[in-house]
Protein backbone atom coordinates (compact mmCIF):
# COMPACT_ATOMS: atom_id res chain seq x y z
CA UNK A 1 0.00 0.00 0.00
CA UNK A 2 2.99 2.22 1.23
CA UNK A 3 4.50 1.56 -2.23
CA UNK A 4 1.48 1.80 -4.19
CA UNK A 5 1.13 5.53 -2.99
CA UNK A 6 4.76 6.45 -3.37
CA UNK A 7 4.37 5.10 -6.95
CA UNK A 8 1.39 7.05 -7.36
CA UNK A 9 3.03 10.48 -6.21
CA UNK A 10 6.08 9.59 -8.44
CA UNK A 11 4.35 9.37 -11.54
CA UNK A 12 2.17 12.79 -10.60
CA UNK A 13 5.31 14.01 -10.13
CA UNK A 14 6.76 12.94 -13.60
CA UNK A 15 3.38 14.92 -15.04
CA UNK A 16 3.77 17.55 -13.36
CA UNK A 17 7.33 18.40 -14.26
CA UNK A 18 7.14 17.66 -17.48
CA UNK A 19 3.81 19.81 -17.46
CA UNK A 20 5.83 22.73 -16.50
CA UNK A 21 8.80 22.25 -18.62
CA UNK A 22 6.32 21.54 -21.47
CA UNK A 23 5.02 25.47 -20.57
CA UNK A 24 8.43 26.79 -20.82
CA UNK A 25 8.81 25.61 -24.50
CA UNK A 26 7.24 27.05 -27.47
CA UNK A 27 4.88 25.03 -29.83
CA UNK A 28 6.94 24.88 -32.59
CA UNK A 29 10.10 23.29 -30.55
CA UNK A 30 9.84 19.38 -30.46
CA UNK A 31 10.91 17.67 -27.17
CA UNK A 32 12.92 14.77 -27.23
CA UNK A 33 13.22 12.92 -23.58
CA UNK A 34 16.66 11.59 -23.55
CA UNK A 35 15.93 8.18 -21.81
CA UNK A 36 19.56 6.80 -21.93
CA UNK A 37 20.51 5.05 -18.70
CA UNK A 38 17.19 5.17 -17.52
CA UNK A 39 14.49 2.15 -16.77
CA UNK A 40 11.55 0.67 -18.48
CA UNK A 41 9.87 1.32 -16.12
CA UNK A 42 10.77 5.31 -15.48
CA UNK A 43 10.33 5.93 -19.33
CA UNK A 44 7.14 3.92 -19.45
CA UNK A 45 5.89 6.47 -16.70
CA UNK A 46 7.54 9.61 -18.90
CA UNK A 47 5.40 8.12 -21.89
CA UNK A 48 2.04 7.60 -19.92
CA UNK A 49 2.82 11.60 -18.94
CA UNK A 50 2.08 11.93 -22.82
CA UNK A 51 5.77 11.97 -24.24
CA UNK A 52 6.41 9.85 -27.15
CA UNK A 53 9.62 11.08 -28.61
CA UNK A 54 12.54 9.62 -27.20
CA UNK A 55 16.54 9.65 -27.48
CA UNK A 56 19.07 7.09 -27.10
CA UNK A 57 22.82 7.28 -27.75
CA UNK A 58 24.25 3.86 -27.53
CA UNK A 59 23.17 0.87 -30.15
CA UNK A 60 23.17 -1.98 -27.24
CA UNK A 61 21.01 0.00 -25.06
CA UNK A 62 18.26 1.13 -27.97
CA UNK A 63 17.62 -2.09 -29.15
CA UNK A 64 17.05 -4.04 -25.78
CA UNK A 65 14.45 -1.23 -24.84
CA UNK A 66 12.86 -0.76 -27.81
CA UNK A 67 10.94 -4.52 -27.93
CA UNK A 68 9.76 -3.67 -23.69
CA UNK A 69 8.31 0.00 -24.76
CA UNK A 70 5.27 0.61 -27.10
CA UNK A 71 5.01 0.70 -30.74
CA UNK A 72 4.13 4.03 -30.98
CA UNK A 73 7.17 5.55 -29.53
CA UNK A 74 9.26 7.46 -32.00
CA UNK A 75 13.22 6.78 -31.60
CA UNK A 76 15.84 9.22 -31.81
CA UNK A 77 19.44 8.37 -31.92
CA UNK A 78 21.30 11.36 -30.74
CA UNK A 79 24.95 9.50 -30.32
CA UNK A 80 28.02 8.88 -31.89
CA UNK A 81 26.81 6.11 -34.46
CA UNK A 82 29.55 3.18 -35.51
CA UNK A 83 28.93 2.19 -39.00
CA UNK A 84 28.62 -1.66 -38.32
CA UNK A 85 25.79 -0.48 -36.17
CA UNK A 86 24.09 1.54 -38.40
CA UNK A 87 22.16 -1.57 -39.80
CA UNK A 88 20.78 -2.60 -36.59
CA UNK A 89 19.10 0.31 -35.78
CA UNK A 90 18.05 1.61 -39.25
CA UNK A 91 14.42 -0.27 -39.14
CA UNK A 92 13.40 1.41 -36.40
CA UNK A 93 14.66 5.16 -35.67
CA UNK A 94 12.73 8.13 -36.62
CA UNK A 95 15.80 10.27 -37.12
CA UNK A 96 19.16 10.24 -36.20
CA UNK A 97 21.03 13.56 -35.48
CA UNK A 98 24.55 12.18 -35.67
CA UNK A 99 25.32 12.13 -39.11
CA UNK A 100 28.70 13.18 -38.54
CA UNK A 101 30.88 11.79 -41.80
CA UNK A 102 30.70 11.29 -45.14
CA UNK A 103 31.21 7.41 -44.34
CA UNK A 104 28.60 7.22 -41.88
CA UNK A 105 26.17 8.67 -44.27
CA UNK A 106 26.92 6.35 -46.95
CA UNK A 107 26.46 3.29 -44.99
CA UNK A 108 23.25 5.04 -43.83
CA UNK A 109 22.27 5.44 -47.09
CA UNK A 110 22.93 1.76 -48.37
CA UNK A 111 21.38 -0.17 -45.10
CA UNK A 112 18.28 2.57 -45.80
CA UNK A 113 18.64 1.26 -49.31
CA UNK A 114 18.40 -2.74 -48.65
CA UNK A 115 15.29 -2.02 -46.64
CA UNK A 116 13.77 -0.14 -48.88
CA UNK A 117 13.62 2.63 -46.40
CA UNK A 118 14.12 6.22 -45.88
CA UNK A 119 16.26 7.34 -42.95
CA UNK A 120 15.73 10.93 -41.96
CA UNK A 121 18.87 12.44 -40.67
CA UNK A 122 20.37 15.35 -39.20
CA UNK A 123 24.34 16.64 -40.33
CA UNK A 124 25.94 17.15 -37.22
CA UNK A 125 28.35 20.16 -36.89
CA UNK A 126 31.52 20.43 -34.04
CA UNK A 127 30.58 23.79 -33.26
CA UNK A 128 31.97 23.37 -29.53
CA UNK A 129 35.73 24.34 -28.96
CA UNK A 130 36.46 20.83 -27.24
CA UNK A 131 38.16 18.96 -29.13
CA UNK A 132 35.70 15.69 -28.22
CA UNK A 133 32.70 16.33 -30.12
CA UNK A 134 32.21 14.87 -33.12
CA UNK A 135 30.79 16.48 -35.85
CA UNK A 136 31.07 18.44 -39.68
CA UNK A 137 32.67 21.90 -40.05
CA UNK A 138 31.07 24.27 -42.20
CA UNK A 139 33.47 23.86 -45.33
CA UNK A 140 33.19 19.82 -45.26
CA UNK A 141 29.30 20.13 -45.26
CA UNK A 142 29.21 22.47 -48.47
CA UNK A 143 31.93 20.07 -50.55
CA UNK A 144 29.96 17.03 -48.90
CA UNK A 145 26.65 18.37 -49.88
CA UNK A 146 28.29 19.50 -53.65
CA UNK A 147 29.54 15.63 -54.04
CA UNK A 148 28.13 13.04 -55.93
CA UNK A 149 27.98 10.72 -52.92
CA UNK A 150 25.70 13.26 -51.92
CA UNK A 151 23.63 13.98 -55.15
CA UNK A 152 23.21 9.80 -55.87
CA UNK A 153 21.66 9.62 -52.10
CA UNK A 154 18.28 8.51 -52.46
CA UNK A 155 17.71 6.75 -49.19
CA UNK A 156 18.94 9.30 -46.50
CA UNK A 157 16.70 12.49 -46.12
CA UNK A 158 18.66 15.51 -44.64
CA UNK A 159 15.95 17.34 -42.50
CA UNK A 160 18.13 19.73 -40.77
CA UNK A 161 21.74 19.97 -38.48
CA UNK A 162 22.41 19.18 -34.93
CA UNK A 163 25.34 20.36 -32.57
CA UNK A 164 26.41 20.17 -29.10
CA UNK A 165 27.69 23.42 -27.65
CA UNK A 166 30.69 23.51 -25.32
CA UNK A 167 30.29 22.26 -21.47
CA UNK A 168 31.15 25.19 -19.81
CA UNK A 169 28.81 27.83 -17.49
CA UNK A 170 30.06 30.98 -19.46
CA UNK A 171 26.22 31.50 -21.17
CA UNK A 172 27.83 34.21 -23.97
CA UNK A 173 30.21 31.36 -25.42
CA UNK A 174 27.27 28.99 -25.57
CA UNK A 175 25.21 31.62 -27.43
CA UNK A 176 27.19 32.43 -29.68
CA UNK A 177 28.31 28.37 -30.79
CA UNK A 178 24.02 27.97 -31.05
CA UNK A 179 24.28 31.36 -33.03
CA UNK A 180 26.74 29.60 -35.42
CA UNK A 181 24.38 26.38 -35.93
CA UNK A 182 21.77 28.57 -36.73
CA UNK A 183 24.01 30.54 -39.36
CA UNK A 184 24.93 27.25 -40.77
CA UNK A 185 21.87 25.99 -41.12
CA UNK A 186 20.42 28.95 -42.49
CA UNK A 187 23.50 29.19 -45.13
CA UNK A 188 23.04 25.20 -46.12
CA UNK A 189 19.13 26.08 -46.26
CA UNK A 190 19.79 28.49 -48.61
CA UNK A 191 22.47 26.75 -50.69
CA UNK A 192 21.02 23.41 -50.94
CA UNK A 193 17.15 23.18 -49.69
CA UNK A 194 16.09 26.17 -50.59
CA UNK A 195 13.10 23.62 -52.57
CA UNK A 196 12.53 21.63 -49.97
CA UNK A 197 10.21 22.06 -46.85
CA UNK A 198 11.22 19.15 -44.99
CA UNK A 199 14.61 20.84 -44.27
CA UNK A 200 13.77 22.45 -41.49
CA UNK A 201 15.46 21.09 -38.03
CA UNK A 202 17.64 22.96 -35.62
CA UNK A 203 18.79 20.43 -33.06
CA UNK A 204 20.32 22.36 -29.83
CA UNK A 205 19.35 22.14 -26.27
CA UNK A 206 20.48 20.03 -23.63
CA UNK A 207 19.18 20.75 -19.56
CA UNK A 208 22.01 23.12 -18.64
CA UNK A 209 21.39 25.37 -21.98
CA UNK A 210 18.14 25.03 -23.43
CA UNK A 211 16.78 27.92 -22.91
CA UNK A 212 19.02 29.84 -24.87
CA UNK A 213 18.92 27.30 -27.67
CA UNK A 214 15.50 28.18 -27.90
CA UNK A 215 16.06 31.60 -27.75
CA UNK A 216 18.66 30.90 -30.93
CA UNK A 217 16.17 29.00 -33.41
CA UNK A 218 16.05 25.63 -31.97
CA UNK A 219 13.48 23.31 -33.26
CA UNK A 220 14.24 20.40 -31.23
CA UNK A 221 15.87 20.10 -27.91
CA UNK A 222 17.31 17.31 -26.45
CA UNK A 223 16.27 16.64 -22.25
CA UNK A 224 17.61 14.32 -20.33
CA UNK A 225 18.37 14.97 -16.46
CA UNK A 226 15.55 18.09 -16.20
CA UNK A 227 12.77 15.56 -17.72
CA UNK A 228 13.85 12.27 -15.73
CA UNK A 229 15.83 14.03 -12.87
CA UNK A 230 19.50 13.14 -11.32
CA UNK A 231 18.71 9.43 -10.50
CA UNK A 232 19.82 6.76 -12.98
CA UNK A 233 18.37 3.19 -12.60
CA UNK A 234 19.87 0.94 -15.22
C1 LIG B 1 22.87 12.92 -22.79
C2 LIG B 1 22.64 13.75 -23.99
C3 LIG B 1 21.69 14.78 -23.98
C4 LIG B 1 20.87 15.15 -22.76
O1 LIG B 1 21.68 15.69 -21.75
P1 LIG B 1 21.07 16.37 -20.43
O2 LIG B 1 22.12 17.31 -19.99
O3 LIG B 1 20.82 15.27 -19.47
O4 LIG B 1 19.81 17.05 -20.82
C5 LIG B 1 21.51 15.50 -25.15
N1 LIG B 1 22.21 15.22 -26.27
C6 LIG B 1 23.13 14.25 -26.32
C7 LIG B 1 23.85 14.01 -27.59
C8 LIG B 1 23.37 13.48 -25.19
O5 LIG B 1 24.30 12.51 -25.24
Redesign the pocket.
Known sequence: MITFVIQIIYIMSISDNLLKLRQKIPSHVKLIA?S?TQSIQVIRDVYQAGQTHF?E?KVQELLSKIPQLPDDIHWHF??HLQRNKVKQIVPYVHLI??LDSVRLFEEVGKEASNIQRIVPCLLQFHIATEETKFGFTSEEAHDFLKSSSFQRNTHVQLVGVMG?ASFTTDTQKIRTEFQNLSYIFNRIKADFFKQEPSFKEISMG???DYEIAIEEGSTML?????VFGEHTNT
Open positions: VKGNIGHSMMSNRLGTI
